[in-house]
């Protein structure tokens, strides 16, 4: 089953220069400041680290699973890209499944860089006052909804044991930041930031406004 197989692993240098590229722009756009913020970050790396550690270093969680995977997908390459991945293995190394598999994780992820990339300018541009226009008007929180559309993404491109398993904690440790960011602003915008509140969802709008949350125009760093 195995022989001429590709092995298409042990890129460590390439693991690393994604964690670090990736790293990069989450923390462009999620600019940690308080602890609360830093450790969330925290998880943040740790599931980069687990993705691209599996993605370009070593298969383990295609290796784990080979055994059990091996009788009922023959089709199964472990240690080859394309043939070692979770959802072309289960689809019989269908070249549909791969362009599907791969075609919506990048949806995915341009929308969760695009709404990360509006929701910074436009706190960047306010300053320190309250945004509830532009983006801000369909979900209290864009940028989160960005980055867990970005998890989402990763999570249907390359799925591992670890990363469904930090998935979880990841999305409530920015959900529970998130709420601690609200109350400070609770604080400090009192009703209004109140009645904002009542009337703005926190993550995710309508399916009905998500064409205009994804493509609303924002004002750019520095203008008035």
């Known amino acids: 089953m195995h022989s001429g197989n590709e092995y298409a692993y042990g890129m460590w240098v390439v693991a690393a220069f994604n964690v670090g590229i990736f790293l990069f722009f989450m923390l ?18 740790a599931f980069l680290v687990a993705l691209f550690a599996e993605m370009y ?6 290796y784990l699973l080979t055994g059990w995977l091996g009788d009922a997908y023959p089709v199964l390459q472990p240690f080859n890209h394309k043939l070692g991945h979770l959802w072309v293995v289960v689809f019989g190394g269908s070249n549909l499944a791969w362009v599907i598999v791969m075609g919506l994780s990048l949806v995915l992820m341009l929308m969760g860089y695009t709404l990360l990339s509006k929701g910074w300018t436009q706190i960047h541009a306010a300053r320190g006052g309250l945004v509830t226009d532009g983006i801000y008007a369909y979900a209290r929180h864009p940028q989160y909804t960005g980055l867990f559309l970005v998890i989402i993404g990763f999570l249907v491109q390359w799925p591992t044991l ?7 904690i990841l999305l409530y440790a ?17 009703e209004v930031y109140n009645e904002y509140i009542r009337k703005t969802p ?14 609303v125009e924002v004002r750019h760093a520095g203008v008035e």
Not at 174 to 190: P, W
């Open 202 to 215: 926190a993550f995710f709008p309508p399916c009905n406004q998500w064409q205009a949350f994804l493509t």
């Open 162 to 168: 670890l990363t469904v398993l930090m998935a979880p």
């Open 28 to 45: 462009s756009f999620l600019k940690p400041r308080g602890s609360d913020e830093w450790r969330s970050m925290g998880v943040v790396t």
């Open 174 to 190: 920015y959900v529970h930041l998130a709420r601690v960011e609200e109350r400070r602003a609770e604080a400090e915008f009192g």
């Open 57 to 62: 270093g070593f298969p383990l969680t295609i």
